[in-house]
């Protein structure tokens, strides 16, 4: 995901928030997500948030959209050892269905 | 279980063979898209379909690749002459709304 960088790794305690950050290029994208991915297993979609908003909640899930930097974040209240898993960021740009992803980031909630 | 199924889980394959993979989209989906992850990597799109229209390709699909939707339903990728910079995770995702595109486990193939 050349277009979409994330940091590699982000380790919390259990019960704080987390933060993760995403970077994109293309000020075209219509939609950026955040999905989930636990170690051999598929994608679990957890949030999208459209490019005319700039704040998205559900729940523990606060995602916040800079789109001026084309800065994307996903908070996680009170994080659980549940929530340690890979989180990408991915867009979807206006003139494709694709999605575009990034490496991921390593979320590891220490007990 | 609704969800996006695939078919095989794992393949382990002989450098040269070829294999096939199903995904069984959520029902009334239409639009249908495979994508392939490497170790450590985000996934990287392959081709999508709405019905069973092909009409989008990454020029990461090579001829060795072809990818079909029949009837509209479920897609079949199918991999000729594998090599081992194939092996990766091949992931299905199936939408009806733009915005949300729900994956399948993934069929995970190792080519040795």
């Known amino acids: 995901g050349e277009d979409v960088e994330q940091s590699l790794f982000l380790s919390v305690r259990e019960g704080d928030s987390s933060v993760i950050n995403c970077t994109y290029t293309d000020s075209s994208s219509t939609y950026l997500y955040w999905y989930k991915q636990e170690p051999g297993a598929g994608l679990q979609l957890l949030t999208y948030?459209?490019?005319?908003?700039d704040m998205k909640q559900d729940q523990r899930l606060t995602v916040l959209l800079n789109k001026k930097d084309k800065h994307l974040s996903l908070r996680i209240a009170d994080t659980q050892t549940g929530d340690s898993a890979i989180y990408f960021c991915a867009e979807n740009r206006e003139s494709s269905y694709k999605l575009i992803f990034g490496s991921g980031t390593r979320l590891l909630v220490r007990p | 279980d609704t969800g996006v199924s695939q078919d095989p889980r794992h393949k382990i394959t002989k450098r040269g063979q070829n294999v096939t993979f199903r995904c069984d989209p959520i029902?009334?989906?239409?639009?249908l898209y495979w994508y392939r992850q490497t170790l450590g990597q985000g996934p990287e799109f392959l081709t999508y379909?709405?019905?069973?229209?092909?009409?989008?390709k990454s020029r990461l699909l090579s001829d060795r690749f072809s990818a079909e939707r029949p009837k509209g339903s479920f897609s079949t990728l199918e991999i000729q002459r594998t090599e081992q910079g194939d092996s990766a995770m091949y992931l299905c995702a199936s939408s009806l709304k733009v915005a949300e595109a729900f994956f399948g486990q993934g069929t995970r193939l190792t080519v040795v």
């Open positions: 379909f709405q019905n069973e229209a092909q009409l989008e």
């Open positions: 948030i459209f490019s005319n908003m």
């Open positions: 029902s009334e989906h239409n639009r």
